[in-house]
């Protein structure tokens, strides 16, 4: 595995970050496991371990931008916590494809697991300026929209695009920052 140059270089600041899904599977179609994540993100807010500053969760990857007094920890534990949760609800279901494709998808050096279900690394970028960190929101809040799935940023229900509209969203989210 090579080093990345993507760091969480300032902790408490903001950072755009990325968390893709082993072979880009599309399993976010899915809503047991989009709960999955949102209840992720809620319990680490509860904690007061996360700030969400803007999300979006596609079928197969999600962005964010979070803050943490420990980035880095926070989303090790929350990649870990929301594997486990949803490869267990798999075998639970007895999803054979799903499970198959996890582990075929398994990186071979990971031996201390059947599957895998996240891509390594999350390529954390810091938003340092206000510009920079509307540019993000724009561009997560506009992947839908490019994607062609809906017309409007908030018309996309796992996103934090109805908070910034002023509409209620379906996790709190800090918008003034």
């Not at 540019?135 to 017309?151: A, C, E, M, S, T």
């Amino acid at each position: 595995m090579s080093k990345s140059r993507y760091r969480v270089i300032e902790p408490t600041a903001p950072h755009f970050l990325t968390c893709t899904l082993v072979g880009w599977m599309p399993l976010f179609a899915r809503p047991e496991v989009v709960q999955v994540i949102l209840d992720s993100w809620r319990f680490l807010q509860g904690q007061s371990r996360l700030t969400l500053h803007g999300f979006v969760i596609m079928e197969n990857h999600l962005h964010l931008i979070a803050s943490s007094e420990h980035l880095a920890k926070e989303v090790a534990a929350f990649k870990s916590y929301t594997a486990r949760q949803i490869i267990d609800g798999l075998e639970a279901r007895n999803d054979v494809p799903i499970l198959a494709w996890l582990k075929e998808h398994r990186e071979l050096y990971r031996t201390d697991r059947e599957h895998q279900f996240w891509e390594i690394g999350s390529h954390p970028q810091a938003i340092m300026t206000p510009d920079m960190m509307r540019q993000k929101l724009d561009y997560i809040h506009n992947n839908p929209v490019r994607r062609g799935y809906v017309d409007a940023p908030e018309h996309w229900r796992y996103s934090s695009a109805r908070n910034y509209a002023g509409q209620p969203g379906l996790l709190n989210v800090n918008v003034d920052w």
